[in-house]
């Protein structure tokens, strides 16, 4: 690939993983020439003995080291993905520690009625639902044809938010049946406005249009559904973790990290003890504003009539 090309391909996927932040109205290309935020540690988590933390995408990637940051602190985790070498040699990793606990649950979040199936194990084997940390995701920033889920939605759409939307509807009595639970949803700062005349791009399909149409969708979502949560003793937040880190997403994407998976565990770990209201976007720690469609009530309603209806037929 010539040289000129690689430079502005990578620029394209450095937006996609995270620095497309269109809410803050700067313009992109100056988006991605700031240097990446200093580190900083999270406020330390505190002793999560007795409590239950599903990590979706925990086999490999930030989820995987924010499921051993959890499991350090004490917490029985319940690590989730497709890859089931990947799943128990992190369960194994976490038992030899000694540290928390761990059990692994195979699900393929491309299909919904595996979303189902994972739920209906997770309630069957747990009293209590602490943490939901929706982090599993897909970014194939560069294709030009979209894929599809088994049940024929648009893939980013597919896993990245409804198989998350689901989840968090069918372990809904779980996570209150105990005061002070927290669902977090691992977005990006890569968002643009959902398409409401194709959402699932058959007419108009770019890559990285689809996550970050797929990374807006569930931050519309982590507001929409935060006041009646709240209600039910549960915060939620979703954020930025940090921009291109060092995982398997960004390595097959063959970009340079810019970011180390630490800065992203810290992210989700301040998301997690957080003081900030719940519904809060952040990028890494910090509170901002994300795309404008986000705080557009009916568009969140148009997002929400839409999960409902795909999910009735499934
Ligand atoms: N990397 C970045 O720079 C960056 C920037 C901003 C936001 N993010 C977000 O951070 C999250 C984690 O990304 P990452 O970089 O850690 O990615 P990663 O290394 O590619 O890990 C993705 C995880 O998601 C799981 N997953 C993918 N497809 C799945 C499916 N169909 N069903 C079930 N699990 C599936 C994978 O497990 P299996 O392979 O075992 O299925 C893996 O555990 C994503 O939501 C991503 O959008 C990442």
Do not use: C, W
Not at 82 to 95: F, H, Q
Not at 136 to 163: C, I, Q, R, W
Not at 245 to 255: H, I, Q, S
């Amino acid at each position: 690939m010539p040289q000129p090309l690689r430079t502005v391909l990578a620029r394209v996927v450095t937006l996609s993983l995270g620095l497309a932040l269109a809410g803050a109205g700067l313009p992109a290309v100056a988006l991605a020439q700031q240097p990446a935020a200093s580190f900083k540690m999270a406020p330390p988590l505190p002793d999560l003995s007795g409590k239950v933390a599903l990590v979706t995408g925990s086999t490999d990637g930030l989820g995987r080291d924010v499921a051993r940051r959890l499991a350090a602190a004490g917490a029985h985790v319940l690590i989730t993905g497709r890859s089931v070498a990947r799943g128990d040699s992190l369960v194994d990793e976490i038992t030899t520690s000694r540290k928390g606990s761990a059990r692994f649950y195979r699900a393929d979040l491309a299909s919904l009625a595996e979303v189902r199936r994972l739920a209906d194990a997770v309630k069957r084997d747990n009293q209590r639902l602490d943490l939901l940390i929706n982090n599993a995701g897909v970014g194939f920033v560069f294709d030009s044809t979209p894929k599809f889920s088994a049940e024929g939605h648009e893939m980013h759409f597919a896993v990245n938010y409804l198989a998350h939307y689901l989840l968090i509807k069918q372990l809904l009595p779980l996570i209150v049946a105990n005061a002070e639970s927290r669902i977090i949803n691992v977005s990006s700062g890569s968002q643009e406005a959902i398409d409401f005349d194709d959402v699932m791009m058959t007419k108009r399909f770019t890559g990285a249009r689809g996550y970050a149409q797929s990374k807006l969708a569930q931050i519309l979502m982590t507001i929409d559904m935060a006041p009646a949560l709240e209600r039910q003793g549960v915060l939620t937040y979703s954020l930025h973790p940090a921009t291109t880190m060092a995982t398997t997403m960004a390595r097959a994407l063959n970009v340079t990290p810019r970011s180390t998976i630490a800065e992203g565990v810290e992210s989700v770990v301040n998301a997690i003890v957080t003081t900030e209201p719940t519904g809060t976007y952040f990028n890494r720690q910090v509170p901002i504003r994300a795309h404008q469609q986000a705080y557009d009530s009916s568009a969140r309603e148009k997002l929400r009539l839409l999960s409902e209806r795909l999910l009735a037929g499934h």
